[in-house]
């Protein structure tokens, strides 16, 4: 059993030195989606030729058996002397969840939120997981089966230095000549590009989603903000409707010139007409933590809600909707009063298909669109 001081991670600093005529790819937040990070690398054409830099959050919220797949995935990726892979908070899984004082927030892992690498690993295990089960041991079972996986998290830089110009790092730094002793408040900071001040060098993070930081439209695409020396990449995959994952690139630290990619893994439609629609002059992107509604009306399989602090109207999927058991208040998830004018011929990601509406996604940004225009089933 693995003490309790060792749970604390100390920071672990690297400084790279690398070829200025080399290109460079940042991903960030896979969340166990193994297929679509592949995808992505092999539309990059990704090679013994370029640095790839993941920036935590591999694995977590991922579909059954993905979120212990993308993790080996990695690990064997990591054995290239070209790739380096950083600790998330996500990541920490291990650190956080597994001790023994941690009993209440394991079972509320494995057994109410679900989706994580501790139900991967009970399913390969064939262990059965429940409220009343013996936590100790299936701690002591994964300690003692999967010794490489503590060993590759405890091995994760936390904050990587590119050539004394870039800083990589899962949440971010307010200060990187003030590095914390300890990782955990560097790869958990909500709010980070909303909330620091414009940094001493450029630095790139992830963990989160930049569709939190729109208020108005719905967007998941990297938020390039060089003024502030902040690139934000956190595409919200397996977190927000909608959500994707960001491929970040340059094509060298000469040029520092950046370009992107992204994927999901939604399925793609073709619109079949041209769609034009007069949104409202206010739009307004419901985010987590703002976000309690009213409902006023129902339309087949959507809601006509009213979003309290704008007082906004906007029709969202029943299923994006919800109600708090502990103060019976009613809240939506990623809800938006955006239409999406399109062209015919564009392929679009659905999100949700319903009826009358579907929730779509094109280039990176999300909205409704009446279910006629997609291609009939």
């Not at 002397?81 to 209440?104: H, Q, S, T, W």
């Not at 990623?334 to 996604?361: C, E, H, Q, T, W």
């Amino acid at each position: 059993m693995r003490e309790l001081t060792e749970l604390k991670k100390k920071t672990k600093i690297l400084k790279l030195n690398l070829p200025t005529d080399k290109r460079l790819i940042f991903v960030s937040d896979i969340h166990g989606d193994l297929e679509t990070f592949k995808k992505g690398l092999e539309e990059l054409k990704f090679s013994s030729d370029d640095y790839l830099f993941i920036i935590g959050d591999i694995h977590e919220k991922g579909d059954e058996t993905y979120n212990l797949k993308t993790l080996r995935y990695v690990i064997e990726l990591s054995k290239l002397p070209n790739v380096y892979p950083m600790a998330g908070n996500c990541d920490e899984v291990f650190r956080f969840i597994l001790p023994d004082d941690a009993k209440e927030k394991f079972l509320y892992y494995t057994n109410i939120k679900k989706h994580s690498i501790l139900n991967d690993i009970a399913i390969e295990q064939n262990y059965p997981l429940s409220m009343d089960m013996d936590v100790k041991d299936f701690v002591n079972m994964v300690q003692e089966k999967y010794p490489e996986f503590y060993e590759f998290m405890d091995s994760l830089a936390d904050v990587i230095f590119i050539n004394d110009s870039i800083v990589l790092v899962h949440g971010g730094i307010d200060d990187i000549n003030e590095i914390p002793d300890y990782s955990i408040s560097m790869l958990k900071y909500d709010k980070f590009y909303e909330l620091s001040k414009p940094q001493e060098k450029l630095m790139i993070v992830g963990h989160y989603p930049t569709r939190n930081y729109r208020g108005d439209i719905s967007c998941v695409n990297p938020i390039f903000d060089f003024k502030k020396k902040i690139i934000s990449i956190d595409g919200g995959n397996h977190i927000v409707k909608g959500g994707q994952i960001n491929f970040v690139y340059i094509d060298s630290l000469d040029s520092m010139k950046f370009s992107y990619i992204y994927l999901d893994h939604y399925p793609k439609e073709t619109i079949k007409e041209d769609v034009d629609y007069d949104n409202p002059s206010v739009l307004v992107n419901l985010t987590f933590g703002d976000n309690e509604v009213e409902i006023i009306d129902q339309d087949l399989d959507f809601y006509l809600i009213r979003h309290l602090k704008t007082n906004t109207t906007m029709w969202v999927h029943t299923s994006f909707v919800y109600q708090d058991q502990k103060n019976n208040k009613i809240y939506a998830f990623d809800a938006s009063n955006n239409f999406l004018s399109v062209r015919k011929g564009d392929i679009v990601s659905v999100v949700k298909k319903a009826n009358p509406y579907s929730v779509i996604k094109r280039n990176g940004y999300i909205g409704l669109i009446d279910t006629k225009h997609l291609d009939e089933d």
